[in-house]
Structure formats: C-alpha cells, structure tokens
C-alpha cells in the first residue's frame, strides 16, 4: 500500500499543483486524483514517471511506494 500522506506531502513540497504533476507525468487527472484517494493501485509506468516529474530519490520512491 503506498504512502499516500508522504506522495501527497511531496507533491506540495515541489510547488506543483496535483494537476501540473498529472500533466506533466503524463498520468490522467482523474487517475491520479483516484491513485491519491486509494482507489486503484499505481502502476510501474506511473511509478516512474511520478519519481521523475517529483525528482524522487530511489529511497524515496521505495518509502513511498513500496513499504
């Protein structure tokens, strides 16, 4: 089950709207805002390209993602 406080804690922490994160991921808007109420699970493709669009540590994508 991820993080979802910390994806959602981080998302603030870069100045990003979830919006702005979704576009610039490439994710859906409704897939992300669905992801960030637990419903659905992340896939590895939205994984990545959240670490990427957040500039995540591989110790924060695991702590995140999965713990």
């Known amino acids: ?9 981080k998302i603030t922490d870069s100045g990003m709207t979830v919006k702005a994160v979704a576009e ?3 994710i859906l808007r409704e ?3 669905n992801r960030l109420k637990g419903v659905g699970e992340f896939t590895a493709s939205e994984i990545v390209s959240l670490s990427n669009v957040l500039n995540l ?5 695991d702590d995140i993602f999965f713990k």
């Open 1 to 9: 089950m991820p993080d979802i406080k910390m994806l959602k804690d």
């Open 24 to 26: 610039k991921s490439g």
């Open 31 to 33: 897939t992300l805002y």
């Open 57 to 61: 540590s591989q110790t924060e994508r």
